[in-house]
């Protein structure tokens, strides 16, 4: 396991979490969880550029997803209450969750309800926001996992640290040693071959599909229009999680709501492609209510919010609520790539984590989240539903130099912070104190600089030179240059 | 260039103006070259980037009115740092939006598209891709973050740097990856910024070149930081100062942290 593994998250931004700068030096330090990230993260990289590349018209889609999911968000309340009735026409049953406790108490209810101690979990990101496992085991219900990478995940006791991916940090050898010990009837010889080591979950899984009979998912989409559920995913374990128990309880944000079925041709292209790196991806499973004699004869959708109506409330934030959850940005992003996802301590990684963190369960939860970015716009680029991504960062960072209460403090002192800017903007403001301060400036070069060099600062900007010399002020400012030209010319 | 000789107003950025005033100068001289008429407005200050990205935006917005106010007699701005360039451009509106300001709001409107990075003027408005340079060395490209993803400015510094004479262009192993600098990023998640910087410089020294050139100092100095800490023998050079060489003296910038050693500049 690697170091940067950690226990099981809190809720969303758990307030016990270091902030991210002191976690994200700890994984740092890594080098088997860099290693595992580089290859992997380089490798989807590189196959979405093709899949994404193969489409004339890729920008289109990018603008049609965005512009559909803004109508969603806009309209939310008649959409939401347009997928119940359809929902319910369908003979499904629908909840309505305003939290996580409320969503784990609904979901623990039903499957009591049904007298059964195991249930099947399909992969949901909004399980893991809400801790719905850890729910169910207090109220001695088992949930097994059926996704490979999220089986992995949990029986090692940890989060995932990819939405996609979730045992993206750990490579082969550390899968073989985990199956080795966690799971029941491993070949003493079993080799770290992928066909392998899938062959032995898929004998651990396929018991458990026989044997449950309730199956919980998580949703991709839901048509408003006709109460279709969408769940896509790679390895069929989600048809087989919808399909085979006698009960599906399905846990959906209510930002997933789409209006109409035809909205699926936009999204059933932008997700495969800038996920996988596929055309399509293998299973598409879509179900309206429940048909007698065909799958499950009890069907209950939740709807969550869990914090999405703050997020909804934030007029630049608000477009994170378009996201897909296809982690492309988390494969692009240079931070992400070296420091994994448990750095961020937070269900949502990388760069959509670092905004929909700190929107659904507000900055207090995760100050230092905005920060963890260097702005540079690589996510925002591969978004397919558009996300400005840095746009909202600055947003978010700006809402956490204004807010009131700070708890933890991104750079050292933040009041010392903010107390330098507010000084240097007074000295930009004039001509003739910034003139002033590149003249007191150059005392540097005397003071702090040997060969034309400094190697060492004081206090918050050590950070800088721990690894990067910075150059001494030249004597001349380009200013005094320009001044100087013009004096010689006459 | 066949209209009379353009006038350009330089926006230098505090940056360059105190720290990197050999860019500002090789600016000058490239264009004067060219037949541009350069003047220099000296209220100009700094265009608040660093406050807006940290989240003091409503801390700056007398920096935006100070530039508006440098520059509103200006027919066209230039300036040799793209993410300056990109803050006025880009984020500018946002600020007038913050400031409830209508007027300011116009005033930054009409300013926005006169206000071009170095490569835009050459290439776009005074149609040169070939602008006399000469410089013998190995040179590689890494194309910042904003230059690329925020002005997109595509290939014109390549186009420029292909035309230089005697130049040898180096290819860059995923040029398009950010250095880690991200302003106080450097310093807020300094261990971050420095493993970002870390694959960077081992990809510039893969390419065995002896220049890293780029369209803005602040990255450069980040580069620079590492070239010149690790003795590497490898210096970053600002785009301007390439293209304003004509000798072939051997390449060199002004501080030594952006470089190692130093040795007479080609540049006048």
Known sequence: ?490 | MSSPAPRVSLFITCFNDTLFPQTGRATVTLLERLGVRVDFPLEQTCCGQMHFNTGYARQMVPLARRFARAFADSELIVSPSASCVAMVRCHYPRVAELAGDEELRRQLEALRPRVLELSELLIDRLGVEDVGAVFPHRVTYHPTCHSLRLLELGDRPLRLLRAVAGIELLELREADECCGFGGTFAVKNADTSIAMLSDKVRRILDTGAEVCVAADNSCLMHIGGALSRGRVGVRAMHLAEVLAATGPGRPRSGGAARGTGGARRGVA
């Open chain 1, 1 to 490: 396991m690697s170091a940067a593994g950690g226990p099981r998250l809190g809720v969303v931004g758990a307030a016990d979490h270091p902030p991210f700068p002191r976690a994200a030096r700890a994984a740092l330090a890594d080098s088997q969880l860099r290693h595992n990230l580089g290859q992997a993260t380089r490798a989807i990289r590189a196959r979405r550029a093709e899949a994404v590349g193969e489409l004339p018209d890729w920008e289109q889609l990018r603008e049609a997803g965005r512009a559909i999911k803004d109508r969603v968000l806009r309209h939310l309340d008649h959409y939401l209450l347009e997928l119940e009735a359809a929902v319910q026409r369908g003979g499904g049953h629908v909840h309505w969750a305003r939290d996580a406790d409320e969503c784990n108490r609904i979901v623990c209810q039903l499957v009591a309800a049904h007298g059964t101690r195991e249930v099947v979990k399909s992969k949901s990101m909004l399980s893991e926001e809400t801790q719905l496992n850890e729910a169910l085991a207090e109220h001695g219900i088992r949930a097994w996992e059926t996704d490979l990478a999220q089986l992995i995940v949990q029986l090692a006791d940890e989060a995932p640290s990819h939405i996609l991916v979730p045992a993206i940090h750990k490579n082969r050898r550390e899968i073989r040693e985990l199956f080795a010990a966690t799971l029941e009837e491993v070949p003493d010889d079993l080799s770290a071959e992928p066909a392998a080591l899938a062959e032995v979950a898929r004998q651990h899984l396929r018991r458990r599909f026989l044997e449950a009979r309730v199956g919980i998912s998580g949703a991709n989409f839901a048509v408003a229009e006709t109460g279709a559920v969408v769940v896509v995913e790679s390895e069929g374990n989600a048809r087989m999680c919808t399909t085979l128990p006698e009960v599906l309880i399905t846990v959906m944000g209510i930002e997933k709501v789409i209006p109409t079925w035809q909205d699926l041709e936009v999204y059933l292209q932008l997700l495969p492609r800038s996920s996988t790196a596929e055309r399509m991806n293998p299973y598409t499973s879509l179900w309206t209510g429940v048909s007698a004699g065909d799958g499950p004869a009890e069907f209950h959708l939740v709807l969550v919010d869990n914090g999405r109506t703050n997020a909804l409330g934030d007029e630049v934030g608000r477009q994170a609520l378009r996201c897909i959850r296809c982690s492309a940005c988390l494969n692009v992003c240079p931070v992400y790539e070296r420091v994994g996802g448990h750095a961020y301590g937070s269900t949502y990684p990388g760069p959509i984590g670092a905004i929909l963190t700190p929107l659904l369960s507000g900055l207090d939860a995760a100050p230092s989240l905005p920060y963890a970015s260097s702005l540079c716009g690589a996510c925002y680029e591969v978004c397919p539903v558009k996300i400005d991504i840095p746009e909202v960062l600055v947003h978010l960072r700006q809402a956490e130099v204004e807010r009131p209460a700070r708890r933890s403090r991104p750079l050292g002192s933040p009041d010392g912070e903010r107390a330098v800017m507010a000084a240097l903007a007074r000295v930009f403001a004039s001509r003739r104190l910034y003139e002033a301060a590149q003249r007191t400036g150059r005392l540097a070069r005397l003071v702090l600089a040997r060969g034309g060099r400094i190697e060492r600062l004081p206090g918050a900007l050590g950070g800088w030179t721990a690894a990067r010399d910075l150059p001494a002020p030249p004597a001349e400012s380009f200013r005094d240059w320009w001044r100087r030209r013009a004096r010689d010319a006459h």
